[in-house]
């Protein structure tokens, strides 16, 4: 009756693995919905306020604005690469404006883009690029970046992003699913001691997260192996 069970559990570790949309498509509106609220927001304050008082920075920030419209609009492709109208594309903003906050904001964009249109490999050049200490904005990049990871098969890469991300965001709203996606990961990989402890931290640590409500299907799953 358990082994039923776990063979019907919707979020098992096969169907959150091997299918070929795997995590970040799976996800995509829980995981990258809120990576994308995070940088339109903090962007947007850094952009429109930090930024101002240095040329460069101001000039970089007005030059991404559109781009951070076409990125809210799903618009990826344009995002990317550019308009008709005079916008120049995430991928030209970065080179262009290497070096300064704005232009490091592009690499998350320019990232989060490929991401979203299932080029992992370019999603994660770029989101390797970006580099941030704040507690929002940083580790949900560095969370979207484990997921390309784990599209690309790199699971062990993947996992320690993972929970490198949720230890750095400390947040009741991103760190449990990144624990989760890590902890799945990991069973994977035979792993399975490691995964139970990723779980037990959303149980112990985030417990009164969304996630916590069903933690104890999954530390009981990985357990039993």
Do not use: W
Not at 134 to 145: E, F, H, I, N, R
């Amino acid at each position: 009756m358990t082994e039923q069970k776990h063979t019907n559990d919707p979020l098992n570790v096969d169907e959150a693995l091997s299918t070929s949309e795997a995590f970040l498509i799976k996800n995509k509106n829980v995981l990258l919905g809120a990576v994308v609220a995070l940088v339109v927001i903090v962007g947007g304050f850094l952009g429109y306020k930090h930024f101002i008082s240095e040329p460069n920075e101001l000039k970089a920030s007005e030059a991404i604005f559109k781009g951070e419209q076409y990125f809210g609009a799903d618009n990826f492709e344009v995002a990317l690469k550019g308009d008709s109208l005079g916008y120049a594309g995430f991928v030209k903003l970065a080179d262009e404006f290497s070096g300064t906050d704005a232009g490091n904001l592009a690499n998350a964009y320019a990232g989060l883009c490929y991401a979203q249109l299932g080029k992992y490999e370019d999603a994660i050049k770029y989101l390797d690029k970006f580099s941030g200490d704040d507690l929002l904005v940083a580790p949900s990049v560095m969370g979207a970046l484990g997921n390309c990871y784990a599209q690309t098969g790199q699971l062990d890469k993947a996992a320690a992003t993972l929970l490198k991300a949720a230890d750095r965001a400390n947040s009741l709203s991103i760190s449990p699913i990144f624990l989760i996606q890590a902890g799945q990961i990991l069973e994977k990989q035979g792993k399975n001691a490691e995964a139970v402890e990723a779980y037990k931290q959303v149980k112990n640590k985030y417990g009164n997260s969304y996630q916590a409500m069903d933690i104890d299907k999954y530390i009981e799953r990985a357990s039993l192996k």
